[in-house]
Nanobody, 122 residues
Framework: QVQLVESGGGLVQAGGSLRLSCEVSGRTLIPYAMGWFRQAHGKEREFVAAITWSSITFYADSVKGRFFISRNNAKNTVYLQMNSLKPEDTAVYYC????????????????WGQGTQVTVSS
């Protein structure tokens, strides 16, 4: 089994920054891609960022230039650095792991973390 655990969420004022992390444990099939998704209250889960095993990245237009995804394969960990946060970024953020490649759909990922709340106040 594969387990993903997010951490680093919290409350921050608009313009602030947060750094999320997601550690993967258990049996994994290397290589694998990882992604970050978010789900605001009453809305569908949406793609935020993805990173391949070799650290090729892709971002949703809404976060380009503000969010940065990275990974440390030796530590089985992926990160999401979030800068210049806006109230519209408020959501539960989920990390996910799946088939290697720049996957951007929720259904493209096989394993999910429990989510971590990010709240941005105005």
């Amino acid at each position: 089994q594969v387990q993903l655990v997010e951490s680093g969420g919290g409350l921050v004022q608009a313009g602030g920054s947060l750094r999320l992390s997601c550690e993967v444990s258990g049996r994994t099939l290397i290589p694998y891609a990882m992604g970050w998704f978010r789900q605001a209250h009453g809305k569908e889960r949406e793609f935020v960022a993805a990173i391949t095993w070799s650290s090729i990245t892709f971002y949703a237009d809404s976060v380009k230039g503000r969010f940065f995804i990275s990974r440390n394969n030796a530590k089985n960990t992926v990160y999401l650095q979030m800068n210049s946060l806006k109230p519209e970024d408020t959501a539960v953020y989920y990390c996910a792991a799946g088939r290697d490649g720049l996957q951007i759909g929720v259904r493209d990922y096989d394993y999910w973390g429990q989510g971590t709340q990010v709240t941005v106040s105005s």
